[in-house]
């Protein structure tokens, strides 16, 4: 038995399908905010300022080691140098002499490329350390406007919230006077086809956007303002009114 109901009823299914379509609209700028694009755009670049930053961390902690390494080197040669110009104030053999006088001159030669290496380690190290500053410093200020981005992000996904659940409500107080066999067929052709209700204007499907064929007019013509029909290109719900142009 063919559907019918009410043309009232059936003009209720256009409030319906303007208020799935402001969702459909709603969730649309939901996930195109540019507040969420940004957002992201600002987390991948500070995932690449944390990983400069670790490296450079990392860096600035093999230098401190190496630095720690040479001093210790430093230190060592220093305490034999030492050593030997007392056993050089000792000492009465003349080969015993000459020995640590070698030695001693040996260990100059080699506590000045220590100190040379040691200065080039500690400059490595400063420089190091300015680079983590300025890095990190920047790395704070990025998040700081990260924190910022997703402030507004947030915001903005909250008010779209309150316009989905105004919505929602809207649709449910309209739905609610539907007569059930109606909103189910509503809700399958939407389901399947995108939209449920096409207001026929002018003898054109506000669905498809096509004008009615003759022969398609004849059979709505004919058709009794309580038949529920379908529009022959869009498949939803075609719903008359006195803008229908019949």
């Known amino acids: 038995m063919a559907l019918t109901a009410s043309p009232a009823d059936q003009r209720l299914l256009l409030d319906v399908?303007?208020?799935?379509?402001?969702?459909?609209?709603?969730?649309?700028?939901?996930?195109?905010?540019?507040?969420?694009?940004?957002?992201?755009?600002?987390?991948?670049?500070?995932?690449?300022?944390?990983?400069?930053?670790v490296q450079r961390r990392g860096e600035l902690e093999d230098a401190r080691l190496e630095l720690?390494?040479?001093?210790?080197?430093?230190?060592?040669?220093?305490a034999r140098i030492a050593r030997d110009g007392e056993r050089l104030q000792s000492s009465s053999s003349v080969k015993d002499i000459a020995g640590l006088e070698h030695e001693v001159a040996s260990l100059r030669a080699r506590l000045g490329d220590l100190e040379e290496i040691e200065l080039g380690v500690m400059e490595t190290v400063e420089?190091?350390?300015?680079?983590?500053?300025?890095?990190?410093?920047?790395?704070?200020?990025?998040?700081?406007?990260?924190?910022?981005?997703?402030?507004?992000?947030?915001s903005a996904l909250a008010a779209i919230a309150e316009e989905v659940a105004a919505a929602r409500a809207a649709r449910a107080e309209v739905a609610g006077r539907v007569p059930a066999d109606l909103l189910a067929l509503y809700e399958k052709q939407r389901e399947r086809y995108g939209v449920g209700a096409s207001h026929l204007r002018a003898r054109i499907s506000?669905?498809?956007?096509?004008?009615?064929?003759?022969?398609?007019?004849?059979?709505?013509?004919?058709?009794?303002?309580?038949?529920?029909?379908?529009?022959?290109?869009?498949?939803?719900?075609?719903?008359?009114?006195?803008?229908?142009?019949?």
């Open 206 to 246: 506000s669905a498809s956007g096509v004008e009615l064929t003759g022969s398609d007019l004849a059979a709505v013509r004919a058709a009794a303002p309580d038949a529920v029909i379908l529009c022959p290109d869009s498949s939803a719900i075609l719903i008359r009114t006195d803008e229908s142009g019949l």
């Open 68 to 78: 720690q390494r040479v001093e210790s080197d430093v230190q060592l040669v220093e």
């Open 17 to 53: 399908q303007a208020h799935d379509t402001a969702l459909q609209q709603l969730a649309h700028r939901e996930r195109s905010l540019p507040e969420r694009a940004q957002v992201e755009t600002l987390k991948a670049e500070a995932d690449v300022m944390r990983a400069f930053v």
């Open 127 to 154: 420089t190091l350390e300015s680079e983590l500053r300025s890095a990190q410093s920047a790395l704070d200020a990025h998040l700081e406007q990260l924190a910022a981005a997703e402030a507004a992000r947030d």
